[in-house]
């Protein structure tokens, strides 16, 4: 049938061949002959069976690791995550985080505006999984400025869970089901844990965590759900209907840059996303439930949706929150711009910008006089510092 994968169907195959010549009881010998049928129909259905079953779980390789990451959000990206969040934290890093998981927590709106390159959408995507993998949130929609934005996160997110060992070794209840499907989407709908499916969910615009209860009760991410869309595509009414027969609707809502370059330049689709973020977004948990939001928001142009948004005055709900590149500027503006004229002139001349380096090394205390900038780890390995970069 359409959910028989290869690996069935070879071991169905090997067990006709090896009981192809099987001696069979005379037809005539009626209840031999049932009998004998019976035996073989059983045995066609446990190899079957057995090549949907994904078996025992493995063990969790440090419970104490895991509970830790529970409600530490922090701790959770830098423990799960380390090639992602490589560079050490900067101040405004650590406050975004601190406001992400009271928002998945505790519920509420955080809308945040940081300088491309500062990890805010990883952040963001990191959160989804954090809030499903320990039960905070069982159902996230996944929004952007349109589906097929939305649908690139979600394929960040499958990576994770497909790949990551450490998630793996923590998180056993959600990525052994996972890997099992060995990228054949198909697999799912048959999948079995113990004799029972599993219902998970794996296509292009939806995940649905596996359902399993290793102990008897079903794990804390059982058929968790995150859902894409874009922001001017079909979001109102979005619900799932669990296994068990309860209908949920998204608790907790990921906005990824709701605006492009060309709606940020027209008041009229600036205005059209507000409305759908004030209306159908936030009614999306359903009558008389209060939902969680992130948003991350690049302003394009003054008075834009994003520059709206982050407006306390305008919109409080949201808790906007700025952050930038850099807070102060160096004060020695004559070397800086004695500094620009060689960089450019040695882009021009196809020798990148090592001479503006040596430059800048040469004068770096008083080119960096007065700067105050934002994250101190932050440059490329062909500059000498962040206020440099």
């Given at each position: 049938d ?14 006709l061949?090896t ?27 446990a ?25 530490d ?17 900067s ?9 992400i ?24 995507e990191?959160?989804?999984l ?16 349109d ?28 990525c ?24 998970i ?5 939806e ?13 804390a991410a059982s ?26 609707r ?10 492009t ?19 159908a ?5 359903g ?41 102060a500027?160096?004060t ?23 001479d503006?380096?040596?430059f ?22 062909d ?7």
């Open positions: 359409g959910d028989t994968s290869r690996v069935d169907l070879f071991r169905y195959v090997a067990w061949v009981t192809r010549h099987e001696p069979k009881p005379d037809p005539t010998e009626a209840e031999d002959y049932e009998a004998y049928r019976d035996r073989k129909a059983r045995e066609a259905r190899i079957s069976l057995s090549g949907r079953d994904i078996g025992e779980l493995p063990e969790v390789e440090d419970a104490a690791r895991k509970d830790r990451a529970r409600n959000f922090r701790f959770f990206c830098e423990t799960y995550f380390p090639q992602t969040f490589h560079l050490r934290w101040a405004d890093h650590l406050k975004v985080i601190t406001k998981e009271q928002a998945v927590l505790d519920g509420g709106l955080f809308a945040m505006a940081m300088p491309r390159g500062s990890g805010k959408t990883s952040l963001c990191i959160a989804c954090w809030a499903m993998l320990f039960g905070h949130r069982g159902f996230v929609a996944l929004i952007g400025s589906e097929e934005h939305a649908a690139d996160m979600l394929d960040s997110i499958k990576a994770e869970l497909e790949n990551s060992d450490l998630l793996a070794g923590d998180f056993p209840e959600v052994h089901p996972i890997r099992s499907l060995e990228g054949i989407t198909q697999r799912a709908a048959g999948q079995l844990y113990r004799g029972k499916q599993t219902h969910g794996w296509t292009a615009k995940i649905v965590l596996p359902t399993i209860a290793p102990d008897g009760q079903p794990s058929g968790a759900i995150i859902r894409v869309a874009g922001i001017t595509g079909r979001i109102r009414g979005m619900k799932f209907k669990r296994a068990d027969g309860q209908s949920v998204p608790s907790l809502v990921l906005i990824d840059d709701p605006q370059d060309e709606s940020a330049r027209s008041p009229s689709q600036c205005a059209t996303r507000e409305r759908i973020l004030a209306g977004i936030l009614g999306l948990s009558p008389g439930k209060k939902i969680a939001g992130l948003m991350t928001l690049t302003v394009v142009r003054a008075d834009d949706m994003a520059d709206r948004i982050l407006d306390r005055e305008k919109h409080p709900q949201w808790q906007g929150e700025r952050t930038r590149m850099v807070y500027f160096p020695d503006e004559a070397l800086w711009s004695r500094y620009a004229e060689i960089r450019a002139d040695g882009l021009r001349a196809d020798r990148g910008i090592a503006a380096t040596r800048y090394r040469t004068h770096r205390d008083a080119m960096d006089t007065g700067a105050r900038i934002a994250w101190p780890e932050r440059y490329n390995h500059e000498a510092s962040a206020i440099q970069h």
